[in-house]
């Protein structure tokens, strides 16, 4: 079999959806050192048919998966935008905490 690779991007709802299925299949824990000096995290998730749902496929098989998080206050756009960038106060980053809270809130995950 050739390795498989894919990159997607999700936001607003099928992303909500997408990562409180991800958390089910970790059982709702994340651990602490997965968080970034941004607010970001990532964690594995081992086999794809622990995603709440999904069924195995023979021509599939079993594969693996890492999900990527980026939280972002609203007003990030200008720093990416084409026309008049300007940079992000450091103010409206967001914190390590403050992306562990916000997790544990609206997703009811437990960090470890």
């Given at each position: 079999?050739e ?16 990562l ?27 086999e ?5 749902g999904?069924k ?7 594969i ?25 106060g ?13 997790i ?6 437990e960090?470890?």
């Amino acid at each position: 079999k050739e390795p498989t690779a894919c990159v997607v991007t999700l936001r607003g709802e099928r992303a909500r959806t997408f990562l409180n299925r991800a958390l089910q299949a970790v059982n709702n824990r994340v651990s602490k050192s997965s968080f970034d000096e941004r607010g970001n995290f990532s964690f594995g998730i081992k086999e794809h048919i622990d995603l709440p749902g999904t069924k195995y496929s023979p021509e599939l098989g079993i594969i693996g998966m890492d999900v990527s998080v980026v939280l972002e206050r609203p007003g990030y756009r200008v720093k990416r935008r084409r026309r008049a960038k300007s940079k992000v106060g450091t103010e409206h980053l967001l914190s390590p905490d403050e992306a562990i809270s916000f997790i544990r809130e609206e997703f009811n995950v437990e960090i470890t």
